[in-house]
């Protein structure tokens, strides 16, 4: 079964730290670009990064440098690396494989608060 | 960027209704649109993928058209349980841009 977990959200203060992991199963992992994907609570979706099977990140412009995507082959894990966190930033971050963005995992909530 | 514009933004129908929602792309994409479907509290489901096809195991009710700059999904027949939001998303260029989604209420 395709499957994709995530962890690492949680609550954290303004311009704290969070890194997320997303593991897969279930498919050939290197074989696919891997995104995250945001939405705020009562929001619409939000496309926050992505990186290509050659390890290449690719960002918003609303990313600003502060978020940093990567990914482990051997581990089969995608992870990202959120810094100066801001309120605006709560919201639940969803790993999505590929372009098309075909297969979403459950989600991990991230609390942006003081 | 390229843009994606999606209408309405909410309506309300019965069962049995064929509802159309609409995508618009502000430059061409090509057929390197999605759309999906959430429903309160869940993860969003892949309901059409290139603009047309739809994802297995995706009701035969459920179809997609378009090609460039207009797109549209449509519901032939509402079931109850398709009452959810909806978003298309293009992956033509990046950054992937979702549109703002459509709410489909009971009426």
């Known amino acids: 079964e395709v499957q994709l977990v995530e962890s690492g959200g949680g609550l954290v203060q303004p311009g704290g730290s969070l890194r997320l992991s997303c593991a897969a199963s279930g498919f050939t992992f290197s074989s696919y670009d891997m995104h995250w994907v945001r939405q705020g609570t009562g929001k619409g979706l939000e496309w926050v990064s992505g990186v290509g099977v050659d390890g290449d990140p690719y960002y918003p412009d609303s990313a600003q440098g502060r978020f940093i995507i990567s990914r482990e082959n051997a581990k089969n894990s995608v992870y990202l690396q959120m810094n100066s966190l801001r309120a605006g930033d709560t919201a639940v971050y969803y790993c999505?494989?590929?372009?098309?963005?075909?297969?979403w995992g459950q989600g991990t909530t991230v609390t942006v608060s003081s | 960027d390229i843009q994606m514009t999606q209408s309405p933004s909410s309506l309300s129908a019965s069962v049995g209704d064929r509802v159309t929602i609409t995508c618009r792309a502000s430059q061409g994409i090509r057929n390197d649109l999605g759309w999906y479907q959430q429903k309160p509290g869940k993860v969003p489901n892949r309901l059409i993928y290139?603009?047309?096809t739809l994802h297995s195991g995706v009701p035969s009710r459920f179809s997609g058209s378009g090609f460039g700059t207009e797109f549209t999904l449509t519901i032939s027949s509402l079931q109850p349980e398709d009452f959810a939001t909806y978003y298309c998303?293009?992956?033509?260029?990046?950054?992937?841009?979702f549109g703002g989604g459509t709410r489909v209420e009971i009426k």
């Open positions: 998303v293009q992956h033509h260029s990046y950054p992937p841009f």
């Open positions: 290139a603009a047309s």
């Open positions: 999505v494989r590929s372009y098309g963005m075909d297969v």
